[in-house]
């Protein structure tokens, strides 16, 4: 943060803190003696916050939102994100996760599902596939019991998926577990 010229005495508040204010009102600055130090900047483009504390928590008990043209969130060390719900990320346009070493995806369940076009899967050594079983086209039985209903035409009865008899049977689709079994 920059040096701001301050005002001739600063305002003394609770536990130990201190208000200035720049001699052309332009920034203020909240400080205590343990290292907090909380800057706001007016400028023409509006009020810039710094924050330069050991540690800053915004709290809220109702919603929070934030808006903006552009996000950018960068740390030095660890981030740590944690939802007590569901999380929900949509894009309206390219989504890229970039790693510079391991990436692991982990959950009761997983769907990967190319809408339109290819899924691609690459990689310059192994690629392994371990499961109870490794099945390949073949629908679940509730699937194919859901198509057959919408069936109106003899043109939709052959695009509903063929089940061989013989075939390995899919399992159900797994249940979620109680949010007890999550919060370890």
């Known amino acids: 943060m920059d040096e701001v ?20 009102g ?15 900047r007016l400028t023409p483009e509006g009020p810039l916050l710094e924050f330069d ?11 929070l939102r934030i808006e903006a043209n552009h996000i950018h969130l960068k740390t030095h ?3 740590v994100q944690e939802v007590g719900g569901d999380f929900l990320q949509k894009t309206h346009g390219n989504h890229r996760i970039a790693a ?9 369940a997983m769907s990967l599902e190319a809408l339109q076009g290819e899924l691609e ?13 490794i099945l390949h086209n073949v629908p679940r039985e509730e699937d194919v019991a859901a198509a057959k209903a919408k069936v109106r035409t003899f043109g939709e009865y052959m695009t509903v998926p063929a089940v ?3 075939s390995p049977k899919r399992l159900p689709r797994s249940q979620p577990r109680s949010q007890k079994d999550s919060e370890s």
């Open 121 to 133: 899967l690459k990689a310059t050594d192994d690629v392994a596939l371990e499961g109870l079983r």
């Open 164 to 166: 061989d008899p013989n």
């Open 5 to 24: 010229p301050r005002t001739s005495q600063p305002l003394q508040l609770a536990e130990g803190h201190q208000l200035d204010i720049s001699e052309d």
């Open 26 to 40: 332009k920034t203020l600055t909240l400080s205590n003696l343990k290292g907090l130090n909380l800057q706001m």
């Open 100 to 108: 510079r070493d391991d990436l692991r995806v982990e959950a009761q």
């Open 77 to 79: 060390g660890d981030m």
């Open 53 to 63: 504390a050991p540690q800053v928590t915004l709290r809220n008990k109702g919603d």
